[in-house]
């Protein structure tokens, strides 16, 4: 297609997206987004090898340094995954419950992950670790921080599964007052630069059925751990 010389060369850079209107992006802070139902053409793809990492890493409950058994279940793929055992919380190269490799993180994964960085105006990201949360009713997770990461210049992808929940979005003091956004199947946050150490949580999920993933939901949190 012609255009003329003073056109901004960088609009080629979206031509490969799918399009995506306004209305389906919502801004929750100066870097933070939720970018509602983008995983949902990526669910055929997605969730074959969501099956199939864990078949390879298992969902397990893990234990914080305090001794609290966490109602969440987690399992990683990509070289680094994220644990916590009662000496503390750490990302390792190795699944703690086999002693293998972490299952690598499937391409559909990754370009789920960086084409929604893209949304949000964060280009170039390469996660290595995917963290993968499995919330039944009653499950939650309190307000926190990440910041187990070696760099916090990367942004982090969550793609939301299954049942929905209310999503806590904070300040930067665990006392600050908090949104509440609901989560939806298929919603994906991206959230980074100044909003990266915000506290955040999940209140407890609430029963119910999802017609594809049954009584659960699943997050996948991508970051840049190493
Ligand atoms: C953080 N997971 O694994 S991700 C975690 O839904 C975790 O399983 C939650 O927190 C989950 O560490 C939430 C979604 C999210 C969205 C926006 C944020 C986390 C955020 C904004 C700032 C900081
Ligand atoms: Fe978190």
Redesign the pocket.
């Known amino acids: 297609m012609m255009r003329s010389n003073d056109t901004p060369i960088t609009l080629d850079l979206f031509a490969d997206q799918a399009p995506t209107t306004s209305s389906q992006i919502e801004q929750?802070?100066q870097q933070?987004f939720v970018l509602r139902g983008f995983a949902l053409p990526w669910l055929e793809r997605l969730l074959p090898a969501l099956e199939s990492v864990l078949q390879a890493a298992p969902f397990r409950q893990m234990v914080t340094p305090g001794g609290f058994t966490m109602s969440?279940a987690l399992s990683s793929c990509g070289a680094l995954g994220?644990t916590t055992d009662r000496s503390g919380y750490r990302y390792t190269a190795h699944d703690p419950q086999t002693g293998h490799p972490w299952p690598g993180m499937p391409a559909v994964f990754r370009e789920l992950a960086q084409a929604a960085a893209r949304q949000a105006q964060f280009e170039h990201f390469e996660p290595d670790s995917c963290?993968i949360?499995r919330?039944v009713p009653g499950a939650r997770?309190s307000l926190?921080?990440?910041k187990d990461e070696r760099s916090l210049a990367a942004p982090?992808v969550?793609i939301?599964l299954g049942l929905p929940?209310v999503?806590q979005?904070g300040g930067f003091e665990r006392s600050d007052k908090s949104l509440r956004i609901a989560?939806l199947h298929g919603d994906i946050?991206v959230?980074g630069g100044v909003?990266?150490?915000?506290?955040?949580?999940?209140l407890p999920l609430k029963e119910g059925h999802h017609r594809r993933l049954g009584t659960q939901?699943i997050?996948l949190?991508f970051r840049t751990a190493g």
Do not use: P
């Open positions: 929750i802070g933070s969440v994220w963290l949360n919330y997770m926190h921080q990440d982090i969550s939301s929940a999503f979005f989560l946050v959230w909003d990266r150490l915000r506290y955040h949580g999940v939901r997050n949190t």
